[in-house]
């Protein structure tokens, strides 16, 4: 079965600051990977995906991710915080064959101003 | 073009009652999913629909139901309410069903049992 693991429940990091968020996967097939933020009482954004197109996805708001398939990860990067990127963030996998996404534990990024 | 709206969205049980929650996904979007987020066990997984027919189902007792309409409408229900579920639960709409699509979420019902 697939997984995600998410180092870091939470990270806090200066406004401007690089913001990095790691997230390791384990598959036995080919995975499709996802990053979601949720904001306080609201529902999940998707940020963006991995569908085996690219290996670095842009997403929204400046942020992106890089797969590499040898150490299994697939870590959030945006190069210079916003106090608006403080939210909780989500890595999640699905496979062909098992298309329901399973979750991270996440990762609630706090800005300091 | 409207997100994925789920009703009610605040709404507070006592033990041993049944809910029932509902979801319109997006326009043109076939395939209709449902996730249960608590602080103890994070997202999980509850079930999946398309074309009105169950998909796919994850890990929870036969309380939880679920059903699809031919509008691509869903609702979910459990019954026999337990304090344990209380929580936020998330609906998500995809065009089609299989791994890769692209899955928008609503911004849930949060359910309190008391």
Redesign the interface.
């Given at each position: 079965a697939q997984s995600v693991t998410q180092l870091g429940s939470h990270v806090s990091v200066s406004e401007g600051a690089l913001v990095l968020l790691r997230c390791n996967y384990s598959s036995s097939v080919p995975p499709y990977l996802f990053w979601y933020v949720q904001y306080p009482n609201q529902g999940l954004q998707l940020l963006l995906k991995y569908t085996s197109a690219a290996t670095l996805v842009k997403g929204i708001n400046g942020f992106e991710a890089e797969f590499k398939k040898s150490e299994t990860s697939f870590h959030l990067t945006k190069p210079s915080a916003h106090m608006s990127d403080a939210a909780e963030y989500f890595c999640a996998v699905s496979v062909f064959g098992n298309e329901k996404l399973t979750f991270g534990t996440g990762t609630r990024l706090t800005i300091i101003p | 073009k409207a997100g994925?709206t789920q009703t009610p969205r605040y709404l507070i049980k006592t033990r041993g009652q049944q809910v029932t929650l509902s979801c319109s996904p997006i326009s043109g979007h076939r395939s209709v999913?449902w996730?249960q987020q608590t602080p103890g066990q994070?997202?999980?997984?509850l079930f999946?629909y398309f074309s009105e027919t169950q998909?796919?189902k994850?890990n929870f007792p036969g309380r939880f139901s679920g059903r699809q309409f031919s509008n691509s409408r869903s609702e979910m229900n459990v019954s026999t309410l337990e304090l344990g579920d209380s929580a936020l639960y998330?609906c998500?709409s995809s065009l089609y069903?299989?791994?890769?699509?692209?899955?928008?979420?609503?911004?849930?019902s949060w359910l309190t049992v008391v």
């Open positions: - | 994925v999913s996730y994070g997202l999980q997984f999946e998909r796919n994850g998330l998500a069903s299989g791994a890769g699509n692209t899955i928008y979420f609503g911004e849930g």
